[in-house]
């Protein structure tokens, strides 16, 4: 791979940059994640950590790290750490209620069951929490302890809000920072903190992965209903038949009329759906602008995310990072 | 309540003594249990926390620190530490998988749904962590850290030996450990730690803790059926109706012949059991003397979390540690 060619995705030329870093963080988590006493555990996280996702939040980690100029170990235990706590949160969010489960979603438990879901997701957070332990920073500990209980409380909160038609934008971003943009933050943060990075630039790479968090999911929102150009997702429509109250869902429920409000009264909060809905639900968004608003959203929060790097200093991975930014929202631009 | 009652049970005797700080350590939970965004925890949580158990584990914590001479404040923080996890733990133990839910146990699942216990669970963790961070110290943290992990490992090596006849002692007890005596070891662990005991008294604490834990399991499993004397547990049954492998059955399997081994086959690796079952298994129990060695095992266990605690000053809390020990075990004697 060649890490001058700037064809080359942003998540490409990140992972190229921080390969013997990267094989350092794979290495960790194969040996942490093994059990002696229960090979059950490797067989599940296997799954998921082999399976080989674009590893952005340990990838966060070691390039706040290495730009603020760090060269110890322990970047590679904290970039392992997140990892670890992000694969626990799937393996938790795999575990279904009675009802999803006749959906049969291909997840971990239809290889195994809940309870392994749940009890190996509980080895992976105890392992994290140990490998967090190990650089022996209670600044780093405060940071991702304080990440756990927001990702933990945000999805409690979801579960509640997720079809209540008076959910806010206040509390659409309390969620999302609890499903994606805390652990960026704090994966940002703590490799800035490892390196003993100035305050301002600490703040900086933590504003940077909460806004790229953030900025990441009000695409993924977007993109569910189609875009605002004319790609269409393959996804589309899943998260308004999972009755998601997603952002543009959001600002269109605020402004709809009776007849709007029923419709989203019937095919989200009560999850009564019929052929056609998906298209209706579609148009309203689109004669409210909802979907040109959470679009102008997603590329502010793009922007706060690179002007929140003012304070690093130059580096290869501080522009990777900006071009990260500008990728994420490329697809709805 | 008459803290010199002598007929008081230890751990009514241990929670007189240590009235004042459980009070505060009850604030301090409830405190740090609210979630201002999603009401839904404390909702979840009060069913559990609320319902006064005996509160071994926070006990354990601050009885440690108290005999040590500790008069700092973080002994509370601890003890909550382990009564967060203790709870989370009881959260996770109560996702059930389909077919035990469609036996219908009476569990926060069944007023709310798996999801909420999973991610209402992993708060407390959560929390948990933050707690243990505060007091600043490493060493305490390596302590629950290594806990968590020891308790989830075993979790999930229960779920894969349940029902499997070739598991040993030395299996059974690292389930045990799991279970319970690894949060007992580390709460009277740390309790000593923050006190800044010497080690050989940190060493002892942690083993009464295990030792307690091991005891403590190891009756629970004989009363489970029926005990050694006449009193019959109220709970009779439910272990072999469950196919759980516990000590007395372990003992059985490894001497029976070839019947014997085939009616463990049916009833507990396959689950087809049929009525007179029950009282077949407590014959075969008895005639290969297994409750009898099992009893004497957890005396054994009794005996020596009595003795780890000989390096401990002499105190009242000691006395009452010890007493503890021997009540334990009172109802197999």
Known sequence: MDVDDVSQKPHDRLGAWLAP?????????RDRMASRHAPRIPEVTAHLVEAGGKRLRPMLVLAAARMCGYDGPFHVHLAATVEFIHTATLLHDDVVDESAQRRGRPTANLLWDNKSSVLVGDYLFARSFQLMVEPGRMDVLDVLCNASATIAEGEVLQ????????????????VVRGKTAALFA????????????????????????????IAF?????????????????????????????????????????????????????????A?????????????????????????AWA??????????????????LVDLADYVVARIR
């Open 275 to 299: 052929e056609g809905d998906l298209s209706r639900a579609q148009e309203i968004l689109a004669r409210h602008g909802a979907m040109e608003a959470a679009r102008a959203d997603a590329i």
């Open 186 to 213: 704090a994966a940002a943060e703590v490799g800035g903190m490892i390196a003993d990075a100035t305050p301002a630039q600490v703040a900086g790479l933590r504003d940077y992965g909460d806004a790229l968090g």
């Open 159 to 174: 579960l509640t809000a997720a079809q209540d038609l008076a959910t806010t934008e206040e509390i659409y971003l309390q």
């Open 303 to 320: 922007e706060r995310a690179k002007s929140a790097l003012d304070p690093l200093p130059a580096h290869d991975l501080r522009d990777m």
């Open 217 to 273: 999911q009000i695409v993924d929102d977007l993109l569910d209903y189609g875009g605002v150009a004319e790609t269409i997702g393959k996804n589309t429509g899943d998260d308004f038949r999972e009755r998601k109250l997603t952002l543009p869902v959001i600002k269109a429920v605020a402004l709809a009329d009776a007849d709007e409000t029923a419709f989203w009264q019937r095919t989200i909060a009560e999850g009564d759906q």
């Open 21 to 29: 870093d990267m094989d350092r963080v794979n290495v960790l988590i």
